[in-house]
């Protein structure tokens, strides 16, 4: 018997041939990168990913967050015969159940065999039962599970299934940039961009690069989180401080933070052309969208070409909140961190007025000089540390 973490993909399994097998080589490029410096083997079955390894809690944690990836399940392998099933089983069952509890035995099996999934549950419930004094077969509510996958040739025995991402390989569909903060929602909208498969680049806004760069550490802190989902993940640290000062100093209170929003939103637009970005990614909520009407938004989008896609307009905080905390990403000192300034708008910006604002400001110019001296942070250079 070894040790074999099975690995379990969903929406994948849906797509053309042609397309599973593109999606199925970046889902494993990605297994790769997050696996680096472990010891282990790859195989590839139809619907299924195996990773042979000695260590398979490391390796199963690493794997739990890459998307694309349902689920993982560390599990002994063994010869598909029911005699070999029934040892690997039994074995598990003694570490896991104690008198007075009940259990249940789950088969499923892909391939022909002699034996059928209910002749595997009897009979190795049976050797269970007879093993293990005390215990209890319960098929509908068991306190504990064990799994038996037969495939083929081979039989995985396991326990445990932990969740993953799920979502699609991060790199199948295109890239995205995002300005980054580090607050929740920033955070929050660019790990469910990487999880439907985009490749991000985000982009922290520095409004103070010679000051003692509390707010830069905090972006720096949450994007190192998101790089456990892609260890090559990068940010960028742009020079803001002049674009930031040209807008507060030099226009109303009102339009300042819709300018800001706006200058934002174009410099983005011009990284996103020399890394070959497709959108730019909003962190607006379903309150603050409510709150500062759409005409805000056709007046920020319009600062850019590229579409500005916004996966929280749908949420409130406590969705985003619960999001964050699920995927390990929540921090509390910084969920409400504002860089910039206040989130309100005015309530009816005209296009027009803004533009020609703008121009006076020389947005393009200020963008174009500050440019050359942003910064790129590996924030994992090896893999994993």
């Known amino acids: 018997m070894s040790k074999t973490i099975i690995v379990r993909y969903g929406e994948i399994a849906l797509k053309s041939e ?55 399940s560390p599990s002994l392998r063994t010869d598909a015969s029911i005699g ?56 509908s509510a068991p306190e504990r599970e064990i799994f038996v996958e037969v495939r083929g040739g081979d039989a995985y025995v396991f326990t445990k299934i932990v969740g993953g991402v799920g979502g699609l390989p991060l790199g199948t569909q295109g890239s995205v940039v995002a300005p980054f903060s580090g607050d929740l929602n920033g955070s929050v909208s660019s790990y469910l961009m990487m999880k439907r498969g985009c490749m991000l680049h985000p982009i922290f806004f520095d409004p103070r690069p010679h000051a003692n760069g509390r707010t830069r550490k905090l972006a720096v802190g949450a994007a190192r989180r998101l790089a456990s989902f892609y260890p090559k993940l990068e940010l960028r640290i742009f020079p803001y401080g002049k674009i930031f000062r040209a807008i507060t100093e030099r226009t ?56 500005v896609l916004r996966p929280l307009a ?36 005209k296009l027009e007025e803004v533009r020609e604002i703008e121009g006076g400001l020389n947005i393009d110019i200020l963008i174009e000089s500050a440019l050359p001296r942003t910064k790129i942070i590996k924030l994992r250079r090896s893999a994993w540390t």
């Not at 104690?98 to 549950?121: K, Y």
């Not at 011009?270 to 070959?276: E, L, N, P, R």
């Not at 497709?278 to 007046?299: F, P, S, W, Y």
């Open 18 to 72: 042609p397309v599973r097998r593109r999606f199925e080589w970046r889902l494993i490029e990605n297994i790769k990168l997050s696996l680096k410096r472990l010891d282990y083997k790859l195989r590839r079955e139809r619907g299924r990913i195996f990773i042979d390894t000695r260590r398979p809690s490391a390796a199963t944690e690493r794997l739990a967050k890459i998307p694309g990836i349902v689920s993982a």
């Open 314 to 349: 749908g949420m409130v905080k406590d969705d985003i909140e619960k999001i964050a905390h699920q995927m390990g990403i929540f921090d509390p000192s910084a969920s409400a961190t504002n860089t910039y300034l206040s989130p309100s708008y005015p309530t009816t910006p």
């Open 252 to 307: 109303k209170q009102d339009l300042a933070n819709l300018l800001c929003k706006r200058a934002m939103v174009r410099a983005a637009g011009v990284i996103a052309g020399q890394v070959g970005g497709a959108a730019i990614v909003g962190d607006e909520d379903l309150k603050q969208i409510a709150e500062g009407g759409l005409e805000n938004l056709r007046v920020i989008d319009d600062a850019c070409e590229l579409p």
């Open 84 to 139: 070999s099933i029934t040892s690997a089983v039994v074995g598990e069952a003694k570490k896991i159940l104690s008198p007075g509890m009940t259990f249940a035995i789950r088969t499923s099996r892909v391939g022909e065999h002699l034996f059928s999934s209910m002749d595997v549950n009897v009979s190795v419930g049976s050797a269970v039962l007879a093993e293990v004094k005390g215990v209890r077969v319960n098929l």
